[in-house]
């Protein structure tokens, strides 16, 4: 099992900043993917960012390329999510995901451990 604990919501006007943690315990030897999915309200859960724990390849959704970053800390089985230039329709409850799957998927249902979430609100 994979305990994911995120941690570093909250309320910030558009164009501000914030930064998402994201803390795995257990297992975590056993999760190739972490992975940053949100849902707003009255939408599904979508994919935002994912990150390969043996070479760091990073991925993400065309929406917030360029305006988000993730990286890890292997030493601290940490994964974060920075966010920059914040818009009103980044708002939404944000998931962090461990997969242990070789190759890295996209999809929710890939993922196989969840936190229980952090809200980001963007003001405008």
């Known amino acids: 099992q994979v305990q994911l604990v995120e941690s570093g919501g909250g309320l910030v006007q558009a164009g501000g900043s914030l930064r998402l943690s994201c803390a795995a315990s257990?297992?975590?030897?056993?999760?190739?993917?972490m992975a940053w999915f949100r849902q707003a309200p009255g939408k599904e859960r979508e994919f935002v960012a994912a990150?390969?724990?043996?070479?760091?390849?990073?991925y993400y959704v065309d929406s917030v390329k360029g305006r988000f970053t993730i990286s890890g800390d292997n030493a601290k089985n940490t994964v974060y999510l920075q966010m920059n230039s914040l818009k009103p329709e980044d708002t939404a409850v944000y998931y962090c995901?461990?997969?242990?799957?070789?190759?890295?998927?996209?999809?929710?249902?890939?993922?196989?451990?969840w936190g229980q979430g952090t809200q980001v609100t963007v003001s405008s």
């Open positions: 257990g297992r975590t030897f056993s999760s190739n993917t």
């Open positions: 995901a461990a997969d242990r799957s070789y190759y890295t998927s996209l999809a929710t249902s890939s993922y196989d451990y």
């Open positions: 990150i390969r724990w043996s070479g760091s390849r990073t």
